[in-house]
């Protein structure tokens, strides 16, 4: 904030009541002003974190797909077969 916002102790002492209420009346009204702003961007994180709550979904449900494919074809996924060593 602005310094006229945020007095420091030497002003705090020479501030009148009227003065301090003046501040506060400024500050609530920027504050006012600020709302419809603030609430977009929080509709907007909101809407941002469903997204890739979404895809984390989807990611998921095809990982699980995937090694169900896997296992119908005998193989576990990840892991190749291991031969023996033949004796001569």
């Known amino acids: 904030m602005s310094d006229e916002t945020q007095p420091t102790e030497e002003t705090k002492a020479a501030l009148t009541p009227e003065e301090i209420k003046a501040m506060r009346d400024k500050m609530e009204a920027h504050w006012d002003e600020q709302l419809p702003f603030l609430k977009k961007q929080a509709e ?24 169900m494919a896997a296992a119908a074809q005998g193989k576990p996924e990840g892991k190749s077969e291991r031969k023996l060593k033949t004796q001569e």
């Open 44 to 67: 907007y994180e909101i809407l941002i974190a469903d997204i890739e709550e979404a895809r984390t979904r989807r990611l998921e449900m095809s990982l699980r797909y995937a090694q």
